[in-house]
């Protein structure tokens, strides 16, 4: 099946098909008890794996790596409820280490920002609210569902950090679009002879069937690496130690974020984990971790405990 080439259709996809591959204690001894027992649940989903030496690492091994870097990135499959669920007991956990800089969202918008800003402050005097008002008063995009997002969002959004917008704008994609314009950079572009360009391309063609014309390819590809620029770019500016949540494709060391962050400055990519199913292939070359979890049906149980 054949697309039109028309921003109306390519933009569910630009936004979201190159995203899916891959605290404050409580007042209470019964509310402490509680949060343990979610904890303990977050910590025995899975396995983690340092993908550069192969060993196998605890929870609170992994956390004590990310606590030691100044940027981090995490890769996320946005369909998955059990990863939303490591990256809150991640952050929480890591506020308890030391102070959290900041945190980004690709989830969030510019024209987002200033809901965002007006909101935490709010948020941050530990109001009554329904989580579902927040959404409201946050413009929360439909596309990223709330009933995934929604623990999460409360989470940083009652934290004491700030809470950074990570993506592009509707109407820059727009534009972009349009133009096509390509990234200069000589690890996001012209230092690989290609390869990262085709290796964008064919992930946007198997997510389409290949029934994708060159126009409407050439489209997505651009607008998908000035998401990874536009991130980047966000996350140097953020006070440190900074955090992004975004879809694994965008966290890959090889693909996406880390290329563009060494464009950038010239030095080293930010840390990476990446949160996967079993039986994914994550390697060595694509991030630092791998945090596998289990299936969607053999956790359900687990997150709807939480």
């Not at 946005?78 to 900041?102: C, M, N, T």
């Not at 085709?198 to 946007?204: A, F, G, N, R």
């Not at 400055?265 to 694509?286: R, S």
Request: hydrophobic content about 45%; charged content about 20%.
């Amino acid at each position: 099946m054949k697309f039109p080439l028309s921003f109306s259709a390519v933009l569910p996809a630009c936004v979201l098909a190159l995203s899916a591959c891959s605290s404050v204690a409580p007042a209470t001894d019964a509310a402490t008890g509680a949060a343990s027992a979610a904890m303990q649940d977050v910590r025995q989903l899975g396995e983690i794996v340092d993908l550069r030496s192969g060993q196998r690492l605890s929870a609170e091994q992994l956390l004590a790596q990310l606590a030691a870097a100044p940027r981090v990135i995490v890769g996320e499959q946005h369909d998955q409820l059990s990863h939303h669920k490591i990256e809150q007991w991640l952050l929480q956990q890591l506020q308890g280490q030391r102070p959290q800089g900041s945190v980004l969202l690709e989830m969030l918008n510019p024209d987002q920002q200033a809901k965002v800003d007006k909101v935490k402050p709010w948020l941050q005097t530990d109001p009554v609210v329904r989580p579902e008002h927040v959404a409201e008063l946050l413009a929360w995009q439909p596309s990223w569902k709330w009933e995934q997002y929604g623990d999460l969002v409360m989470t940083v959004m009652r934290a004491p950090y700030p809470v950074w917008s990570a993506n592009l704008d509707r109407s820059e994609i727009k534009q972009l679009f349009i133009d096509k314009p390509a990234v200069q950079g000589k690890h996001s572009n012209l230092a690989n002879d290609g390869k990262v360009h085709d290796k964008l391309k064919d992930i946007i063609r198997v997510m389409h069937d290949n029934q994708i014309d060159e126009p409407r390819l050439a489209a997505m590809l651009s607008v998908q690496q000035q998401r990874d620029r536009r991130m980047a770019e966000r996350l140097l500016a953020a006070p440190a130690p900074a955090v992004l949540i975004a879809g694994a494709y965008h966290a890959h060391k090889d693909l996406g974020v880390p290329l563009h962050v060494q464009d950038l400055t010239g030095g080293p990519a930010p840390l990476v984990l990446v949160l996967a199913q079993q039986g994914a292939a994550v390697q060595a070359p694509q991030a630092d971790f791998v945090w596998f979890t289990p299936p969607v049906a053999a956790t359900a149980a687990v997150v709807s405990a939480k």
